[in-house]
């Protein structure tokens, strides 16, 4: 168990439809990475928060938005969603943002679009 | 664009052998390659990491090599057992950010 927690484990919904996806980063752990794994684009950064603001952008669709909160949960937040969005999407979190500072992830949330 | 990739993907290997992943990489600007372990059905479990000013590191059971001069990263497995079988991928970063670069993966099977 990494620490790094997410909900739900899987959703399945429809096309145009939005849903939000939440996680609690490893307690003491400022920064909140997003990823999406599909198969036939792997594994790729979407989006990094560190302590509430947002500090690196990576393959993130406008459609998609994230934000971090107070209490340093994420949720990530996909919109009007098409039937490519479906994929595994993990959070990961590390003390800081220095590359040394390792990233340990989540469960992951399986997302389905019908 | 840059990218890290690996050359097999698939390694099929004996109970108590030891294995070998490689991964080829592009960016020599990376401070920091890591091999991280995907099961089924669970997310990328951290394995061991590298900084670029180093060429070798030992943890329990791994060793990561890193040749910066063809550019390649290596994860060595001591004795492998069937609990090793996964998905390993190679992912870098630089000091730029601290997101992660992964490679395609490799799928690790042990056989009994």
């Known amino acids: 168990d990494s620490g790094v927690t997410q909900t739900p484990k899987h959703l399945i919904t429809a096309t145009g439809q939005r849903v939000t996806l939440r996680c609690s980063p490893r307690?003491?752990?400022?920064?909140v990475y997003w990823y999406q794994q599909s198969l036939d684009q792997g594994l790729q950064f979407l989006i990094q928060y560190y302590n509430g603001e947002e500090r690196a952008k990576g393959n993130i669709l406008e459609r998609f938005s994230a934000q971090q909160f107070p209490d340093l949960h994420s949720e990530l937040n996909l919109s009007s969603l098409e039937l490519g969005d479906s994929a595994l999407y993990f959070c990961a979190s590390s003390v800081g943002l220095v590359a040394a500072d390792t990233q340990y992830f989540g469960p992951g949330t399986r997302l389905t679009v019908l | 664009g840059e990218s890290v990739g690996l050359h097999l993907p698939t390694l099929s290997v004996q109970e108590g052998d030891n294995s070998i992943i490689n991964c080829a990489y592009s960016n020599s600007a990376s401070d920091y390659f890591i091999w991280y372990k995907q099961e089924s059905g669970k997310g990328p479990q951290f394995i061991i990491d590298?900084?670029?000013?180093?060429d070798k590191r030992q943890g329990q059971r791994v060793t990561v090599l890193l040749n910066k001069t063809v550019k390649h990263l290596s994860l060595q497995i001591a004795a492998t057992q069937p609990g090793d079988s996964a998905v390993y991928f190679c992912a870098e970063k630089n000091n730029a950010g601290n997101m992660l670069t992964f490679g395609g993966g490799t799928r690790l099977m042990v056989k009994p």
């Open positions: 590298i900084r670029s000013n180093m």
């Open positions: 307690s003491g752990d400022l920064s």
